[in-house]
């Protein structure tokens, strides 16, 4: 049943691929806010219809009308509706998701409100990242015949298929449009794992002067990854064309000169403009926020124009690179935690907070050993926040003991990211945080400890207040991370 004890899920995506998410509120009160929290946390884009495993009916599967038939330690399972008839290469997808929910009081946190990452009438977008597994796509019908009778033939006598130039042609194009689905420049790495996936799928394609079977596909999906994003760019996509010497200014016409495209693994670092949207119905719409965010209990309209306008923002920080302070200063509905939750979805396609906190509970119990078998004046330092550690069973401030002995260890000073002051002196704090280029800062009442609740909790960057009241000083480090890769472009840095 719906409620605010947290839950753990246990998601399965397919056969050996589980992945752990956690809600803190509970199980969604509304069944519409347990769609979105699935759909954004999974990355999925098709319409959901929900069943849940009833244990009185033989645990057979019924369709879901309302979270109050939800159980601790039940089984939803995830059905894909597509509008659209699928492809052949969609039916080699994994049609169905089955989620288990498992309490737990101290577990990753991940909001339950329902984020809006792109408007429906925008230009598809990347929604994950790389994946763990690259899938080879469904070739032209001609050429699956062939590598299939060429796969048939190798296993029996071990004999590699011969290509025409149409073959080849065609695989290396579909290959290279599905690279482009999660990357426009691919590093080494992504075209070896593409090259092994391809062998591996038709094992007639193997090279055999190759030391690897595959090299010379790589070299060649490389060349093919070049000419496509040329194609791609006179075509006018803006993810390409923002780098011709054209868009650069008067001083950088130079091709290797700034070049301005993904290091931080964004998924969607220079996004297209929503269809039929401008320039100017843009700025429009970001006028239009400054006066949506006067007005109480806006909340939807707010979000939604957030998203129309994702791309206007991503363009304004890659070409202009505001400083902070402008950028709040034209973009405020941007600056709360639940927005930049979702602005961090939007550009890298992984969820912020939810990542953050699943991946410092998953591997703290190894750091804090690590930690502790430290001597000398490291262990002197930190044999405080450990002793705190030991006393508290409250999982925001375990989080924080690890946060703070982890920089510890690594040599840095534990004051430099987590600032802690006292709120008798506010003059002085505002003071000092004007000169810190980024940090958390946490601000306590005179005679509190670590076990105490703070006054305040926010981060500064480039000595600008950007967020504040937040929850816990591990979610304003996630934050913190998340707002400088929303903020800084590749060129920019501290």
């Not at 699928?86 to 984020?115: H, R, V």
């Not at 946060?403 to 260890?409: D, G, M, R, S």
């Not at 998340?482 to 590749?490: D, H």
């Amino acid at each position: 049943m719906a409620g605010s004890t947290p839950a753990r899920l246990k998601v399965i995506l397919g056969e050996n691929n589980i992945e752990k998410l956690t809600l803190p509120n509970g199980i969604p009160e509304s069944l519409e806010d347990l769609l979105g929290t699935i759909k954004t946390t999974f990355g999925l884009k098709d319409i959901l219809r929900l069943q849940y495993m009833d244990q009185d009916f033989g645990n057979d599967f019924f369709n879901l009308n309302s979270t109050t038939e939800l159980q601790n330690l039940g089984t939803i399972k995830v059905i894909h509706q597509q509008t659209n008839p699928p492809l052949i290469s969609d039916l080699q997808s994994t049609s169905s998701l089955s989620i288990s929910f498992e309490s737990d009081d101290g577990a990753s946190g991940a909001s339950n409100d329902t984020i809006i990452v792109s408007s429906p009438e925008s230009v598809s977008s990347r929604t994950q990242q790389w994946p763990e597994d690259f899938a080879i796509p469904q070739f032209s019908y001609d050429t699956e015949l062939q590598l299939e009778r060429g796969n048939t033939e190798y296993r029996v006598s071990q004999k590699m298929l011969t290509l025409s130039s149409r073959m080849l042609s065609d695989i290396l194009k579909r290959v290279a449009e599905e690279i482009y689905r999660y990357k426009a420049y691919p590093e080494d790495a992504h075209f070896c794992t593409a090259a092994e996936a391809l062998i591996k799928r038709h094992p007639c394609l193997k090279e055999p002067g190759s030391f690897n079977g595959c090299y010379g596909w790589k070299q060649r999906l490389k060349y093919k990854m070049a000419n496509y994003r040329t194609q791609l760019k006179l075509q006018g996509c803006p993810e390409l064309c923002v780098n011709s010497l054209k868009s650069k200014a008067t001083t950088d016409t130079y091709p290797a000169k700034k070049v301005k495209k993904p290091k931080r693994s964004e998924a969607n670092f220079y996004p297209s403009f929503p269809t039929g949207e401008t320039l100017d119905s843009m700025e429009k719409v970001r006028l239009e926020l400054l006066t949506e965010i006067g007005i109480r209990d806006n909340e939807r309209v707010i979000e939604n124009k957030m998203a129309n306008t994702f791309a206007y923002r991503r363009h304004e920080v890659v070409n202009q690179e505001p400083s902070i302070q402008e950028l709040k200063d034209r973009w405020p509905a941007l600056f709360t935690q639940k927005e930049i939750n979702t602005e961090f979805q939007r550009l890298m396609a992984v969820p912020l907070e939810g990542k953050f906190m699943a991946q410092l509970d998953m591997h703290s119990s190894q750091l804090i050993k690590v930690i502790r078998a430290k001597g000398g004046a490291t262990r002197q330092k930190i044999a405080n926040i450990m002793d705190t550690l030991d006393q508290t069973v409250d999982i925001n401030h375990r989080r924080e003991c690890v946060l703070k002995a982890l920089t510890i260890f690594l040599g840095e000073d534990a004051d430099g990211l987590i600032k802690e002051y006292l709120d008798c002196g506010a003059d002085d704090v505002q003071r000092d945080l004007g000169q810190v280029t980024m940090a958390v800062f946490v601000i306590r009442k005179e005679g509190e400890g670590l076990q105490d609740p703070p006054a305040d909790i926010g981060i500064v960057i480039e000595g600008v207040e950007v967020l504040h009241e937040l929850t816990s000083v591990a979610s304003a480090c996630a934050l913190l991370l998340g707002t400088i890769c929303i903020r800084i472009n590749q060129d920019q840095g501290h």
